[in-house]
């Protein structure tokens, strides 16, 4: 009798795990990530609420393939050698690990029901983790697949995380609270926050270290924040709803996609002006990929569809899907 109610159990268990990993993570919250290979071959796509990965050839500007089997994926992103593609899913609660050559699927990191944005060091040795559910980073030593620390003190830590250029501080946006946290790479603690944003979304961080740009949604504005003052200094008014912050090569311009206006600002930081604003897009969000010589960008849509954008005019001169 006993072994009998034991062996029940086990698969009233297993069905409760089974149910509990299906169940969507806040799917209220919508959000997407684009990728693109740092060859400039490929470029991978997400949006929340699709359980499909798409993967577009960017020299045929064609669909490549499909990955199926997600729930709510939140954010992508390359080894820096461009051999592996790393997937976060909140609902499942996974780092996934995919070959970029044949898009199988190498190991799974166990990073908690949450797992939401990404950032990973310029010699691939460390990746950060936001997770929303925990209010935590986690930091992966991808080559040895051991979780190093887990550091404690955010509030719904999403997609929002960025390196320094020199890797040294690591910046984390707080949906929760609206702060900036700072996090001293070399200790793995709290370094201090910034304030004063409302709806914080995508952030970018100037070259030489000094200026940080922030999608503030609340307030439909682009803001320029000091980084050695912790003070925001410039506010740029841009479209609706806007969660892109994708600055240039160049580091002379900074996108903004407005998903209400279905449009993207173009920002010039010398001027601290909305220069153009271009349409032609659907619900573009954070997803706003430069190619490295600064020609073309790629923007990404509710759809999955993948639009090449020229920067000599402004125009949309190829579209995925």
Sequence with gaps: MKSLRFKISLI?????????????????????????????????????????IKIYDLSKAELKTTIKGFVNPRNILFSPDGKLIYITDSSLGYLMVYDSDNYQLIKKYPVGYGAFGTAISNDGKQLFINNEA?????????????????????????QGVKFNPDN??????????DHITIVDVKTLKIDGEMEGFKKIRAISISKDGKTLYAANSGTNELLMVDIAGKNIIHRIQVGKDNYGASLSPDGKLVLSGNKIDNTISVVDVKTNKNVQT?????????????????????????????????MANYKIVQSMK
């Design 134 to 158: 925990a209010n935590t980073v986690t930091l992966v030593n991808p080559g040895t697949s051991e979780v190093k620390n887990i550091i404690t003190g955010f509030h719904q830590p999403r």
């Design 278 to 310: 271009i349409k032609g897009f659907k619900e573009p969000r954070q997803a706003i990929v430069f190619s490295k010589n600064g020609k073309f960008f790629y923007v990404l849509n509710n759809d999955l569809s993948v639009d090449k954008v020229s």
């Design 168 to 177: 040294t501080k690591l910046y984390v946006t707080n949906f929760g609270n």
């Design 12 to 52: 009233v268990l297993s069905f409760t795990i089974k149910a509990f990993a299906q169940v969507p993570f806040d799917g209220d919250i919508k959000n997407n990530s684009l990728a693109v290979s740092p060859d400039e071959k490929i470029a991978v796509a997400s949006y929340s609420d699709s359980t499909e």
